[in-house]
């Protein structure tokens, strides 16, 4: 995925001969940056969901190679993205994304990729069942890996009644509006945002609700404080209930 100054230059007076479609030419800095935004926190939440998909497996004890190679895991969360957000990202110069999701998107696979990659000794282990890799630590790994690498605010974060990683704790904005998708009113349908700018103009904060499935209650539902495979307290949450949700900072120019 590495592409040099100088094709990108030649792409973008390319591609400014062809952008007349009015939704791209209108877009405003505030629009690219929460449709980048929302993007970025769809994808992050699809490796979560592609190893929840394939937890079964990974937490298989009698089996050593899993076959759940950083390639295996590349090609799922392609597709789980795509059928989430209609975005391709084996076709990621033609989609009608913003430059900034163009150039955001690719990093957040890589560095997707290098947790699963990072993680392959844990997960071929044999005679070994729950190894702990699980949608949670695989989305705090990744999130931290591409912000390290991109410069861009990107986590997971919940209300302080559900926290379980102290690392995860949101801020003041966060708890705002972790509480207005906690209502039974906000939709549970959509991937629908909120966003805002904050500091002065500078940078827009987009927020992304994961509601529980009810693949998530085996550790977050019921008993309320039975302890779950991984070792915490379950919440006794419902399906349907928030979870948390995803959190960027991305710049307005
Ligand atoms: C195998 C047990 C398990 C399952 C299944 C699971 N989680 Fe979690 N979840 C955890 C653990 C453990 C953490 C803390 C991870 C860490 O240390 O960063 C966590 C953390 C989180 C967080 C981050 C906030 C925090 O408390 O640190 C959110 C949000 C979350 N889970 C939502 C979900 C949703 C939504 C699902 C279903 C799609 C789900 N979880 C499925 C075990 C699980």
Do not use: W
């Amino acid at each position: 995925m590495m592409i040099g100054r100088l094709p990108v230059t030649i792409l973008f007076l390319v591609l400014v001969g062809f952008v007349s479609s009015p939704s791209v030419a209108l877009a405003s800095p505030e629009q690219d940056a929460a449709d980048t935004g929302r993007l970025l926190a769809i994808l992050l939440d699809s490796g979560r969901v592609t190893v929840g998909a394939n937890q079964a497996l990974i937490n298989d004890a009698e089996k050593g190679d899993k076959g759940f190679t950083p390639e295996v895991f590349e090609k799922q969360l392609v597709e789980k993205f795509k059928e989430r957000s209609g975005v391709d990202l084996t076709n990621l110069k033609s989609a009608n994304v913003p430059e900034m999701a163009k150039k955001l998107l690719p990093q957040l696979v890589e560095a997707s990729k290098q947790t699963v990659a990072e993680n392959q000794s844990i997960i071929n282990k044999k005679g070994v069942g729950f190894k702990g890799f699980i949608p949670a630590t695989f989305g705090t790994h990744a999130a931290a890996k591409f912000s390290a690498k991109a410069g861009i605010y990107l986590k997971q974060t919940t209300q302080d009644g559900l926290l379980r990683n102290p690392a995860n704790k949101a801020d003041k904005f966060e708890a705002g509006v972790l509480e207005k998708f906690a209502d039974p009113a906000y939709p549970r349908q959509g991937e629908k945002i909120v966003s805002e700018a904050a500091d002065g103009g500078k940078i827009l904060r987009v927020m992304l609700p994961l509601f529980y499935g009810k693949g998530c209650l085996t550790c977050h539902g019921e008993p309320k404080g039975e302890k779950d495979i991984s070792g915490y307290k379950k919440e006794g949450a419902k399906e349907g209930d928030l979870g948390g949700a995803i959190s960027v900072k991305l710049p307005l120019k």
